[in-house]
Nanobody, 122 residues
Framework: VRLVESGGGMVQPGGSLQLSCTASGDTFTAYHMAWFRQPLGKEREFVACISWDLSTTLYADSVKGRFTTSRDHTKNTIYLQIRDLEPEDTAVYYC????????????????WGRGTQVTVSS
């Protein structure tokens, strides 16, 4: 499987971005998907996940109300819509897949993209 993130960039505080992650090489609909992020010098942290059937989403407390994840099975793609960006959101954002529903633990994810950088700065 190959996961490729895109959509990162530099944004001013209060701005918005949409990240995408496109999967290839495996059955996209068989897996639950998630977003993690890793600020420079810090550990990777859970951001959001979405079940294969779109029935369940889970968000980290730090992003609730500002981040929304979705997926499009016709495009084998998941999305992370981010609004009201804060400097603390600066990180490399990764997508990943798992067979476990609503898991926030990185160890449960068996495939990862290479990440896309999001920088929030004025």
């Amino acid at each position: 499987v190959r996961l490729v993130e895109s959509g990162g960039g530099m944004v001013q505080p209060g701005g918005s971005l949409q990240l995408s992650c496109t999967a290839s090489g495996d059955t996209f609909t068989a897996y639950h998907m998630a977003w993690f992020r890793q600020p420079l010098g810090k550990e990777r942290e859970f951001v959001a996940c979405i079940s294969w059937d779109l029935s369940t989403t889970l968000y980290a407390d730090s992003v609730k109300g500002r981040f929304t994840t979705s997926r499009d099975h016709t495009k084998n793609t998941i999305y992370l819509q981010i609004r009201d960006l804060e400097p603390e959101d600066t990180a490399v954002y990764y997508c990943a897949r798992t067979l476990l529903r609503s898991s926030s633990l990185a160890k449960n994810y068996n495939a990862w993209g290479r990440g896309t950088q999001v920088t929030v700065s004025s």
